[in-house]
């Protein structure tokens, strides 16, 4: 019993002991860091996962480098659960990947009292990796995407295609169409730009979404799912976020835009696409019909605010947290491979930014 | 001695009584409110779909808050339920059955626990582990061959084993299942071997019975009620799995003949689309949560009958 009773007492001990010189530590570190520390509040929020990675990165620095005083914490759960958690008042501030559908404003303005505010953040792309022996890139267009998702193009060399890749020796392999089996906002991005590039996927399948009624294919759960089945499939074509394909180095499908142009997908092409939206008063847009030296597989994903009844000391946080998530995170995010917005955009998600807590 | 009828033991006793009584409430309780709580929240897909909700195919989730706008058709998961379930079960049962007689019967005591221990092991493997391990080695490196394989042969007769093999699919499902509830099957099936008299066997083979004879006429039919159960407690993992199956089925909503062909079950599409669903989607979810555990009491309710018509008839089979 003595021996084991001593050893406990002496890990007691050094566990204190460490624990106290921990906290010396970071208190001794505060004064230092934390200089522009004038703000204190604690902060709650939920929604998107496609964006969580950069959130999450941009609470980190913004809670130990700019603002010691505030804590944000926001949970990956999902648009609509973000959206359903913003209407029902249990988060300050919601995420999604899908603008909110009037009868859901109007929820939350009914529980609210005042206005939802959609404040874009950032975009990401979606993009096509495949997996056919002997081809390092090949090149489609809207209207064929649509077709093979749709399961008419059965083919890598199938007229349609080889009308698109001229010159290109393509194998006579069966394509396998690999597609998210889990709702996600990549999915509904993917979507969205079949039903606006492909009058017959619109027609058979509908206008997008996350649980889309897949023709053909097989599904596979998230990212990762998606990525291996397609390179463990000889022929097999599927879609993955932007961010993925590039650190996973998967092979990928240049695109044809409203111009006519093959384009690759990058961050360079996803902020050329970006340039050229139309953007309603409202900041609820889709983004479509890309030309020039865009790719045209991109979308947006909004933090969603209310224009009252935060506290003073919440209003200020979150505003300030926005403001500068706004014009010194655009770094972060492109290591993170999100394109940030263009200069006009971003001026409009600023000034909805301004109208937090605006109406008391 | 005396302790054991003083004042103070029986009070203890009735406190004891009640303490008990209330645990066993707290299950009925807890499994009412289940019921209740997800039945209520379901009835307006029930309401709206009908008998349609059990056959129909088509599963297009609706985006509203406060109606059921969309058209929803279980027959797929509940037919990718049923499908991967019979076959990991298929599959299971005879390789536990094997595995419980080869640790009890035949591995001398220095191996006989080493192989308990393995298969105990096997079982704490959390499925999320499985579900990876199938996608990224499993499926791909062991499974796609033997699918390949039999689709070029049996496949060509058999169109449950046609091409084109994908590799996510059905029977991948079935087989990780099967894999995983191998453990829990042979673990009950080693218990019961085990809880047989010594006399029966010795008896037998004093008669000069071989060991085949042994197995094959004494213990595995004197122990077919708990072999049932256990495969029953089996089953009922399987059908419930989620996040193994989520990651092999497929995700195809459909109904295919081809086991070789992706699909979905009750468990996957639940935990694959949940958190991205609008209200009234969440609704049709929690329908099909409801049809499953419907599906698991009516399973476990035929084991009891198997169950209780085995004790009828094979103990006097067996003398």
């Known amino acids: 019993m003595r021996p084991s009773a001593l050893r406990f007492s002496a890990a007691v001990a050094l566990v204190v002991f460490i624990g106290t010189a921990c906290s010396t530590s970071t208190k001794s570190a505060q004064p230092t860091s934390g200089a522009s520390g004038t703000l204190k509040a604690s902060l709650s929020g939920a929604g998107a996962t496609f964006p969580a990675p950069l959130y999450l990165e941009w609470i980190s620095k913004y809670t130990k480098d700019v603002q010691t005083g505030v804590h944000i914490n926001y949970q990956g759960i999902g648009s609509g659960g973000g959206v359903e958690q913003f209407i029902a008042q249990k988060i300050d501030f919601g995420g999604s990947d899908a603008y909110m559908k009037d009868d859901e404003i109007s929820a ?17 792309a979606v993009a096509v990796a495949f997996n056919a022996p002997g081809l390092d890139t090949i090149t489609l267009d809207g209207p064929t995407l649509g077709q093979i998702f749709l399961g008419k193009v059965k083919t890598y ?6 009308a698109l890749n001229p010159g290109v020796s393509l194998p006579s392999k069966p394509i396998v169409v690999v597609h998210r089996s889990d709702g996600s906002g990549t999915t509904s991005i993917f979507t969205k730009y079949l039903a606006s590039a492909s009058t017959d996927w619109k027609a058979k399948v509908g206008p997008g979404g996350k649980t889309v009624p897949w023709p053909v294919g097989v599904g596979g759960q998230g990212n990762d799912g998606v990525a291996a089945t397609v390179q463990q499939n000889e022929g097999g074509l599927g879609y993955v976020e932007l961010s993925y394909a590039i650190d996973n180095h998967l092979k990928t499908a240049m695109l044809k835009n409203t111009t006519g142009k093959a384009v690759s997908p990058s961050i360079e092409s996803t902020v050329a696409a970006v340039e050229s ?3 309603p008063a409202d900041l ?11 790719y045209p597989i991109v979308g947006a994903t909004w933090i969603l605010a209310y224009e009252c009844g935060y506290t003073p000391a919440k209003a200020a946080a979150l505003k300030d947290f926005l403001k500068w998530a706004l014009t010194s995170g655009d770094d972060i995010a492109r290591q993170l491979h999100y394109a940030p917005l263009g200069a006009a955009l971003k001026a409009k998600s600023l000034a909805n930014v301004d109208r937090i807590n605006s109406k008391t | 001695m005396k302790d054991l009828v003083s004042a103070s033991g029986t009070r203890a006793d009735g406190v004891f009584r009640w303490v008990l009584r209330c645990a066993g409430a707290v299950v009925l309780v807890v499994l009412v409110l289940m019921i209740a709580t997800t039945a209520w929240k379901a009835w307006p897909v029930f309401v709206k779909e009908g008998g349609r909700f059990f056959t129909g195919e088509q599963w297009l989730p609706g985006s509203s808050r406060t109606r059921v706008t969309g058209t929803y058709g279980a027959f797929p998961f509940i037919f990718g339920t049923l499908v991967t379930s019979a076959l990991a079960l298929v599959i299971a049962v005879p390789l536990s059955i094997g595995v419980a007689l080869c640790i009890s019967e035949m591995a001398g005591p220095r191996l006989r626990r080493p192989l ?33 394989a039999l689709a070029g042969s049996v496949g060509r007769v058999v169109p449950l084993f046609a091409a084109p093999v994908v590799g996510l699919s059905y029977f991948s499902a079935g087989l990780v299942l099967a894999i995983m509830i191998l453990p829990i099957i042979a673990a009950i099936s080693r218990e019961v071997f085990a809880a047989l008299p010594e006399g029966e066997r010795h008896g037998a083979y ?5 060991r085949w004879e042994v197995m094959s006429r004494i213990i595995v039919p004197r122990s077919a009620s708990g072999l049932v159960g256990g495969s029953m407690l089996g089953l009922g993992r399987a059908l419930g799995e989620t996040i193994a199956v989520a990651l092999l ?7 295919d003949r081809d086991l070789f062909h992706p699909g979905y079950t009750i468990a996957a599409v639940i935990a694959n689309t949940f958190q991205e669903s609008a209200p009234e989607a969440i609704r049709a979810l929690i329908a099909i949560g409801v049809t499953l555990f419907a599906i698991t009491v009516g399973v476990n309710v035929l084991a009891r009958l198997i169950v209780r018509r085995i004790e009828r008839t094979v103990p006097r089979a067996a003398m």
């Open chain 1, 108 to 124: 939350g303005q009914k529980a609210r009292g005042c206005s939802v505010l959609h404040i874009p953040t950032v975009f990401g």
């Open chain 1, 157 to 162: 060399d199938d007229p349609a295609i080889k």
């Open chain 1, 277 to 279: 939206v139309q953007i």
């Open chain 1, 284 to 294: 609820r847009f889709n983004v479509s019909n890309v030309g020039g030296d865009g």
């Open chain 2, 116 to 148: 308990a221990y393995a298969v105990d092991l096997l079982a704490a493997v959390p499925s999320v582990i499985y579900g990876l391990w199938g996608v990224l080695f499993f499926v791909p490196h062991v499974v796609k061959p033997v699918m390949n």
């Open chain 2, 206 to 210: 004093a008669l000069g019975a071989t």
């Open chain 2, 249 to 255: 089925v497929g995700g195809r909503i459909a109904v």
